[in-house]
């Protein structure tokens, strides 16, 4: 999508123009029976992966972008021209000879019988910016158009009106590609057009459901299959005027089309229905080199796919008989488990075409130690389900996307996320042996003669403590001992008593120093500017290391004169 917003005037403009469309839209474009539709077919988001895979490789073999114009861009056109004339379309460059950047629309069209003044146009632009390789913006707009047209190909459904696909080059640069498109036509050829449907940045990694004039009747069979999911998708109000929908509505088409969103921020409402991350832009990489494979969110990315397919079936293939064919969708669509307990949710289910039919319901991607669970196990469509996520005392931490899937005579799925939590299942407990140094030296590693009962430092508790430097001289000295922190607690405390003073008059140098560590982290530095009367109590947090094993280590170090002392007492490791 283009970063230029629109000026008053040209919002004006466009006001007037949607208002007219929308006013003189043709009987014909009105949506078809629901029940051709609801039997289109599921688009394999895996395939479509593999388009925006093969053209991040275009990308990274031409300069890392695929800007109008350029190489990455041209190489673009020829795979997706390729695709497309293996399938049987009858395929068009088109070269834009005003665009910024020269390059072709790519045009296909499916040869068929349908008559020649009702035709429904699809489209997206194949283009990027120069600083990254474009891969929502618009890689997945490309590929989910690109996959669709392929699909109907295989098919190849009886067509009650001809359906066109469309690739435009110099969207970045102001929609020049489209709308040298539109420009070209005579008012017969633009009248022949029904409806135009615009796919660009569908699968932001924050991204909400966003359609253009979402109220409008040409909106009606995205918004449809949208609302199946329980999404209820909102207007496009950021794209307005952004992208190549706009050419068509300047030329009095009727438009629509999916989007999930680029540079403006999510809001708390969104956040709350779609999930996500509130005050956040919706795509983080927008024209960035960031916008990778990487950054696709391929949940939308299946949506809109699914949703061409919808409005292709709807707007353009005879009805025949339907297919029987159903939805799944759940209810909360996250949710969060403690370690040893669990949580609820609803999985839904719809008949969207046909006849009720029997569903199976199952569960995977859960992490290990997770069990998901349906009561009942099967469901007629139509009907509902209680899932149990249930995590036992072990379970691995974290959050994951767990596939809830339904099969039938179809196969669909939904996505509900869980997040494990530490808490729940603890051991607890305090896990430093021997913390007092009361007991010898085992199980502390370390110098000789750190661990002692010697009157010229005092314990802080009992006779013995833990007492590196004070030796005035260059000197490095060290404590360790491996711990087992036990997993599924809520709060891990590591905690000594230290105790420094120093023969150093310097308010101002560190010249010697001791060490905390756990494992390869550093948890503090202390030096002779720490100098106290008495010990202090040293606390931390040490949830990080929960299900650990793994080592705590003092270590001094002393220059070559003045000693500084470091008195270690009761450690402690406490879990509960």
């Known amino acids: 999508m283009r970063r230029t917003t629109l000026t008053a005037g040209i919002?004006?403009?466009a006001a007037v123009a949607l208002t007219a469309s929308t006013a003189t839209l043709p009987a014909a474009a009105a949506p078809a029976p629901a029940l051709a539709a609801l039997a289109a077919p599921d688009i394999s988001v895996t395939n479509v992966q593999a388009h925006l895979s093969q053209l991040q490789s275009i990308a990274s073999s031409n300069g890392g972008h695929r800007r109008a114009g350029s190489a990455g861009y041209t190489a673009s056109v020829s795979y997706v021209k390729g695709k497309l004339q293996a399938a049987g379309y009858t395929v068009t460059e088109q070269n834009c000879t005003s665009c910024t950047y020269p390059g072709n629309n790519v045009i296909a069209e499916w040869p068929g019988t349908a008559p020649a003044d009702q035709v429904v146009m699809f489209g997206s632009h194949l283009d990027g910016v120069s600083a990254g390789p474009g891969m929502n913006d618009n890689g997945s707009g490309s590929s989910v158009l690109l996959e669709n047209a392929l699909v109907l190909a295989q098919q190849n459904p009886t067509m009650t009106k001809r359906v066109r696909f469309a690739w435009w080059n110099g969207e970045e640069q102001g929609l020049q590609g489209s709308k040298f498109y539109v420009n070209s036509l005579s008012a017969t050829q633009k009248g022949y057009i029904k409806?135009?449907?615009n796919f660009d940045m569908v699968a932001s990694t924050n991204g909400g459901y966003f359609i253009n004039r979402v109220t409008s009747t040409t909106a009606a069979p995205l918004k449809a299959y949208w609302d199946s999911l329980g999404l209820a998708p909102e207007e496009n109000v950021e794209g307005q005027g952004r992208s190549d929908d706009y050419s068509f509505q300047q030329g009095g088409i009727p438009t629509s089309g999916y989007a999930m969103g680029a540079s403006a921020r999510k809001t708390s409402a969104q956040a709350a229905k779609w999930g996500g991350t509130a005050s956040a832009s919706y795509d983080p990489c927008y024209h960035s080199s960031c916008d990778t494979t990487s950054?696709?969110?391929a949940t939308g990315l299946n949506r809109s796919a699914d949703g061409i397919a919808y409005a292709i079936w709807d707007q353009a293939v005879g009805s025949g008989t339907p297919t029987n064919d159903f939805s799944v969708a759940v209810s909360p669509t996250s949710g969060s488990v403690a370690r040893g307990a669990s949580t609820t949710a609803t999985v839904s289910t719809a008949t969207t075409s046909g006849s009720a039919q029997t569903v199976a319901l199952s569960a995977s991607g859960a992490p290990s130690g997770v069990t998901v669970s349906f009561s009942p196990s099967?469901?007629?469509s139509g009907g509902s389900s209680t899932m149990t996520v249930a995590a036992s005392s072990t379970a691995a931490t974290g959050t994951y996307a767990i596939t809830v899937t339904g099969t039938g005579s179809a196969t669909r799925t939904a996505t509900y996320n869980i997040t494990v939590t530490g808490t729940g299942g603890c051991a607890g407990g305090q896990v430093v042996g021997n913390s007092s140094f009361e007991s010898g030296?085992?199980?502390w590693t370390g110098s000789t003669g750190v661990i002692t009962n010697s009157t010229s430092q005092a314990a802080r508790t009992g006779s013995y403590k833990a007492w590196l430097g004070g030796n005035g001289s260059s000197v490095t000295e060290s404590l360790s001992q491996s711990l087992t922190v036990p997993?599924?607690?809520?709060?891990?405390?590591?905690?000594?008593?230290?105790?420094i003073d120093t023969a150093e008059t310097t308010t101002s140098t560190a010249y010697d120093k001791l060490t905390v560590q756990v494992g390869s982290t550093t948890?503090?530095?202390?030096?002779?500017?720490?100098?106290?009367?008495?010990?202090?109590?040293?606390?931390?947090?040490?949830?990080?290391?929960?299900g650990q094993t793994v080592t705590l280590k003092f270590t001094s170090v002393e220059d070559a004169s003045l000693q500084t002392s470091f008195v270690i007492d009761d450690v402690t490791l406490t879990a509960s």
């Open 11 to 13: 919002a004006l403009a």
């Open 195 to 197: 409806g135009y449907y």
């Open 295 to 297: 950054n696709i969110n």
């Open 378 to 380: 099967s469901v007629t």
């Open 441 to 443: 030296t085992s199980p």
């Open 487 to 499: 997993a599924g607690c809520a709060t891990y405390t590591l905690s000594f008593w230290l105790h």
């Open 523 to 546: 948890l503090a530095t202390y030096s002779n500017l720490n100098k106290a009367t008495g010990y202090v109590q040293r606390t931390f947090n040490a949830a990080a290391y929960a």
